[in-house]
């Protein structure tokens, strides 16, 4: 069983370019986590979602940020006119269950984003 | 708010036990879990605990006080390769997401 996938493991992209950054869950999930690590700090929570729904977003900056899990293929998190404050490694994370559900069900990182702009 | 502390960094040396504490107010709470990361690395998981008590897991156990808002991760016998940044994270109730702390930094040195 395959673990969570990211790609592109690093991205480089230059002030006002596009930043899109792609999640595929561990099979059998349907909930998708996206956080945030910058230098030297904890992960930041960004967005929740299930198939085709943004149940919480909270996280992410209002302006710029947009994440989608479409029925087909995997989740992507996009970044707009990325300026050098986005840089950070942007981890994915899936679980099989949703907050309906109780029991020690973890949340399964990928090996993350790391996007650094120019 | 949501606040969760832990110590920014700590050492150890290689066969002893190490304590690592992280006290949290949240507004809401549906467990909470350890994680470890190695740098450059994603996080794992290490533990979880949603009632008050010991959870023990062979050289790692973790400790929850739900009333005092408390958690603790215990390493035994420490091993090099424990060097990692260790992140306490608490489950929100509602939409499931983790808080972090800001983690861990434990050096351990032979």
């Known amino acids: 069983n395959a673990g969570v996938m990211q790609n592109p493991r690093h991205l480089v992209r230059r002030r006002g370019q596009e930043a899109r950054l792609r999640c595929s869950p561990m099979?059998?999930?349907?909930?998708v986590y996206w956080y945030r690590q910058l230098p030297e700090e904890g992960l930041k929570f960004m967005v929740y979602?299930?198939?085709?729904?943004?149940?919480?977003e909270s996280g992410m900056p209002k302006e710029r940020f947009s994440a989608e899990f479409p029925k087909e293929g995997p989740s992507i998190l996009r970044i707009q006119q990325v300026v050098r404050g986005d840089s950070a490694a942007y981890f994915c994370?899936?679980?099989?269950?949703?907050?309906?559900?109780?029991?020690?069900?973890?949340?399964?990182f990928g090996p993350g984003t790391r996007l650094t702009v120019t | 708010g949501q606040n969760i502390d832990q110590p920014t960094e700590m050492t150890a040396t290689e066969g002893a036990i190490v304590q690592i504490n992280c006290t949290y107010q949240t507004s809401g709470f549906n467990g909470l879990f350890w994680y470890q990361q190695h740098a450059g690395e994603a996080p794992t998981f290490l533990s979880y605990?949603?009632?008050?008590g010991l959870e023990e897991k062979g050289r790692f156990s973790s400790f929850l006080s739900r009333s005092k808002g408390y958690s603790y991760l215990l390493l035994k016998e420490l091993q090099m390769k424990d060097s990692a940044s260790y992140l306490c994270a608490v489950r929100d109730d509602n939409t499931d997401k983790l808080i972090f702390g800001t983690g861990t930094r434990l050096q351990v040195f032979p």
């Open positions: 605990n949603v009632l008050d």
């Open positions: 994370a899936s679980s099989p269950t949703g907050p309906t559900s109780v029991g020690p069900y973890e949340q399964y």
């Open positions: 979602l299930q198939k085709e729904n943004i149940i919480d």
């Open positions: 099979k059998g999930h349907s909930h």
